[in-house]
């Protein structure tokens, strides 16, 4: 069973970088085909697709956040971590790692985080 284990700070300050980790058990990072994931949340907002780093350690991401987001991964202790720099309040929401399979739907993992509430404040 894929576990997916999210780590970093609930609280971010205006301007600055947003760092979440998500540690996977069950399965290796590097293993075909799947994408992992990051997908957020805000209130009242369906979720948003930011972005994911393949099992071959290609990167995607969101054209609306690519200039300001980085996911990368170390394989030595299997996780991958989002980075979103120069945050606003716009960028509240829950954030969640997850793991989709590829030729599925983005929006539409097999197994996800329990996800991270990120407030933007001073």
Do not use: M
């Not at 599925?104 to 509430?117: A, F, I, K, M, V």
């Amino acid at each position: 069973q894929v576990q997916l284990q999210q780590s970093g700070p609930g609280l971010v300050q205006p301007s600055q970088t947003l760092s979440l980790t998500c540690t996977v058990s069950g399965g290796s990072i590097t293993t075909g085909y799947y994408f992992w994931t990051w997908i957020r949340q805000s209130p009242g907002k369906g979720l948003e697709w930011i972005g994911a780093v393949s099992w071959s350690d290609s990167t995607y991401y969101s054209p609306s956040l690519k200039s300001r987001t980085s996911i990368f991964r170390d394989t030595s202790k299997n996780l991958f971590t989002l980075q979103v720099t120069s945050v606003t309040p716009e960028d509240a929401a829950v954030y969640y790692c997850a793991r989709v399979r590829g030729g599925h739907t983005r929006l539409s993992p097999e197994y996800w985080g329990q996800g991270t509430q990120v407030t933007v404040s001073h």
